[in-house]
């Protein structure tokens, strides 16, 4: 009979593991590691490797200079015991990095990496955003998006990138929408529907060294990519 009872709980713990894996961690704040704690303990077969926060500000339709009030990034912890490959960016063990798309910068229209983390201190407190664990399997996933997302239009716009980045590996009932045309602002709407939203996510310090982009060879860093959004 123990053995019998004892099969049942195994059973009954392997099916919540199962469905938490379904449900995004977008709630938590401090440590942007701390999502994950209970989720990769040794006894379960799921292995996040990170975590993915989608964040979304203001009213703009882009990335301008003369928008700088709105816009959408995403932002990439690593909580593995190893480096990652994030989009076309290493990222070591317990580090970050943000992306967003920009097309003001004459060097490069389309994937900026760490401008929005070394401009972390000047993101406007009124931003909002949704935050989520990512296996290996899903980490694949979101870079091959973000690397044929590697472009910037008036419509294709900074909105547009973090929306659908971000609903390439999110859950069903957590995918958003920014809207026709794409905006910030629709953005957010649609972020504040979703239960556990984040007001005023985190967005980790990066330094002025690590803001670059890929030129279709290599990472090219360039500390004047660090101007305004």
């Not at 972390?120 to 997302?149: D, H, W």
């Not at 972020?191 to 982009?213: A, H, L, T």
């Amino acid at each position: 009979m123990k053995k019998v009872q004892k099969i049942i709980a195994m059973v009954f713990l392997s099916l919540i593991i199962s469905l938490s894996s379904l449900v995004p961690i977008s709630a938590a704040e401090g440590n942007p590691a701390d999502v994950v704690q209970g989720f990769d303990a040794s006894s379960s077969k799921i292995s996040f490797v990170a975590t993915l926060t989608i964040v979304s500000y203001g009213s703009g339709g882009g990335s301008t200079s003369s928008d700088f009030n709105g816009h959408a990034l995403l932002v990439v912890v690593n909580t593995s015991s190893k480096t990652i490959t994030v989009g076309k960016k290493s990222v070591a063990k317990g580090s970050s990095v943000t992306i967003g798309t920009f097309g003001n910068r004459s060097s490069h229209k389309g994937i900026w990496y760490n401008v929005e983390g070394y401009n972390t201190s000047v993101l406007p407190s009124s931003r909002v955003g949704l935050r989520t664990a990512l296996t290996g399997s899903q980490l694949s996933t979101l870079n091959k998006k973000i690397n044929s997302s590697d472009k910037w239009t008036y419509t294709s716009n900074c909105s547009w990138f973090a929306c659908n980045v971000w609903n390439s590996v999110a859950p069903s009932s957590y995918k958003v929408s920014a809207g026709t045309p794409c905006t910030p602002a629709k953005l957010c709407t649609s972020i504040k529907k979703r239960s556990g939203y984040i007001k005023k996510p985190s967005v980790p310090f990066r330094s002025i060294d690590s803001i670059g982009y890929y030129n279709g060879k290599k990472m090219v860093y360039n500390k004047k990519g660090a101007g305004t959004f």
